[in-house]
C-alpha cells in the first residue's frame, strides 16, 4: 500500500503563491505516475496537473497553464505543485494521487485510473 500525505495549503490573497507538497511512504512509488487534482464545492474532482515518473513529461489543465508548475522529487518520494498568480477560482480541496501502472513515461489525467489518494489540503484565494 501507499499513503500519500499533502501539506502546503492554505488562505491567500489573490495573486499570492503556494508551494503544495505531497509525500508517498510504504512502498516505493517507482515508476508511478503521479497527479495533482482539486475538487471545488458543487463541482467534480478534475485533474490540475500531472506528471509521468521520469518527470520528462507533463500536463496541465487550460486553466492554469503558466501559473501552475508540477514536479517530483523520486528521491525524497515526493511531488509538488507551485501554484503562482493564484486566483479566487482556484479555490478548492487539492489532492495528489498515484498510479501504480508501472510506467516512466506515462501521463495520467483520468482520475479513474488512480490507485492511491491523498486526504487532500483546502486551498482558499481571498479576492
Known amino acids: 500500500q501507499v499513503q500519500l500525505v499533502e501539506s502546503g495549503g492554505g488562505l491567500v490573497q489573490a495573486g499570492a503563491s503556494l508551494r503544495l507538497s505531497c509525500v508517498a511512504s510504504?512502498?516505493?512509488?517507482?515508476?508511478?505516475?503521479m497527479g495533482w487534482f482539486r475538487q471545488a464545492p458543487g463541482k467534480e474532482r478534475e485533474c490540475v496537473a500531472a506528471?509521468?515518473?521520469?518527470?520528462?513529461?507533463?500536463y496541465y489543465q487550460d486553466s492554469v497553464k503558466g501559473r501552475f508548475t508540477i514536479s517530483r522529487d523520486n528521491a525524497k518520494n515526493t511531488m509538488y505543485l507551485q501554484m503562482n498568480s493564484l486566483k479566487p477560482e482556484d479555490t478548492a480541496v487539492y489532492s495528489c494521487?498515484?498510479?501504480?501502472?508501472?510506467?516512466?513515461?506515462?501521463?495520467?489525467?483520468?482520475?479513474?485510473?488512480?490507485?492511491?489518494w491523498g486526504q487532500g489540503t483546502q486551498v482558499t484565494v481571498s479576492s
Open positions: 510504504g512502498r516505493t512509488i517507482s515508476g508511478y505516475a
Open positions: 506528471i509521468s515518473w521520469s518527470g520528462g513529461n507533463t
Open positions: 494521487a498515484a498510479d501504480s501502472v508501472w510506467s516512466t513515461s506515462r501521463v495520467v489525467t483520468n482520475r479513474g485510473s488512480y490507485d492511491y
